[in-house]
Structures are given as C-alpha cells and as structure tokens.
C-alpha cells in the first residue's frame, strides 16, 4: 500500500512549489522511491523538481483509440494501454513522475479512463509514496484518478477570501466522497503576523488550525533562475516550515 499524499488550492496559490517541497523531504528522509503525479493540464511539476517534461498521459490517451488497429497480435487492450503509458513515465534515481495532462476531449471514450484507472491503482501500489500536484479546477481528482487518500493539505493565501475559497475547495473535494484520511489546511507565503480577519474566515470555514509556510526569497530567486526547488538548501525558511508540517503529520 502507497502513502497518497494531495495538494489542493485555487490558481497560482503555491501548490506545485508546496509539492515540490515535500518531495524533496521525503527524498532526502530515504521514504522512496515517489510516484510524483503532476495532475495540473498547464504540466510543471517536471521542471519544479528538476525533471525533464515528458509525454502525458492526455497525449497517450488521445491517440490511442486511433492507435487500436496496430495492437501487436495476441496483445489485449490492457495491456496495450500499459505499454503505451509508460511512454508517458519519466524516471529519476528516486523519484518517477507521470504527467495527467488534459483531461478528456469529446471524442474519448469511458472504457479508456476504466482501464486508466486500473493502471493508476497498480502503478502507485509500486511506490510508497504518491505526491499529486493537482489543478486548481480538481478535474483530475473529480475523476477519482486514486481513489484513497492518506494526507490531502488544502493551500490559501493570506486572505480571508483565500481562505474562504480554500473552505470551498474542501466542501467540493467532500462532495467527490473520496476516502480521504486526514486533510490539513496551509497557509501559504506568510509574511509577519496574519491579519486577525483571517482568524475570523478561518473559524467561519471551520478550520481550527493550520500549518503555515513564510514567504521565502530563495524560492523566488530559484524560480527566476529556472533552478529546481528540490535543490533549495536547508536554511530555505520555507523549506523549514514544510520539514517541521511533515514531520507532525506523516
Ligand atoms: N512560500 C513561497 N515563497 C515565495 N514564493 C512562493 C512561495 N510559494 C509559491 N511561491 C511562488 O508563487 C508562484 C506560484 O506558485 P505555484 O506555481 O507553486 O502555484 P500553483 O498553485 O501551483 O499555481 P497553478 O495553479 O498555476 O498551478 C510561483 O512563482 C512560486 O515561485
Ligand atoms: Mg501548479
């Protein structure tokens, strides 16, 4: 059994750099080989982590309906999709990552996400721990990609309207009646002391708590400069925050 880990937020609210982040905890606590699942359409999650993009799976769905008439002889469907998938994989030492891309187009048919489904739960029940970046519209996860999830950390801004959209955010993903496991709300890009009206949002949404992660120059300057985020050192102040949130929850 994999550990599922999930990041959640509205646009441009830090979660490819939060899942960034955590990967690079667990890669350097020896907790691997991750599956690292970038389900943003807009893929970035290769680059963040210093990784090469790849095809997506998208890609690899949308052409293999056309591509069903060349299965080699004897191959099933399955097993045809499996080989075609791997296409999509790009591995690292400790870290493989499968970009979900667009979500489907007019022309795809179910039975493709069934078996995409069932390829999915195998492939990450190779790895003990599953890392997914997810887009903003939650497409993926309302598609139930995985179903079971160990950890969903759900990211605002320092704003009441950040952190009411984040309380949206988490009665829609309750809608989609996932097994989700324990989920934490993030407040991202701290800077000094939160406004008290945050406070008051944060009760009216029902959270009691949150784990916060600074604003860190360093991130800023590794994103201007294209490096990965898996090679901020350790005295990153952000880099501090998401070690201590990880060592408390996992
Ligand atoms: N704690 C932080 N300190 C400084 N900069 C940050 C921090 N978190 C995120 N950023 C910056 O904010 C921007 C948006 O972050 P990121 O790309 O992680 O958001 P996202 O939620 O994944 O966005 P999208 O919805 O577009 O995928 C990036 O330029 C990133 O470098
Ligand atoms: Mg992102």
Redesign the pocket.
Known sequence: MSFVIAVA?K????????TGLIIRNLRRRGKVPILAVDA?S?V?LAETIGFEEGKTVGAVRESFSSELSSIPYGMDKDTFLELKLNEAMVEGKDVDILAMGRGEGPGCYCPVNNMLRRFLDVLANNYPFVVI?N??GMEHLSRRILQAIDVLLI?SDTTPKGVRTAGRIRDLIRELQLSIKNSYFVI??IQGELETTIQTEMEKQGFDSFYG????SL??EY?LALKPLTDLPEESI?VNAVNKMLSEIL
């Open positions: 937020g646009g441009g609210i830090g979660k490819t750099t939060l943003d807009n970035n970046d887009e903003a990211v991202n890009r992660i600074p604003m860190d991130i800023c994103d952000a």
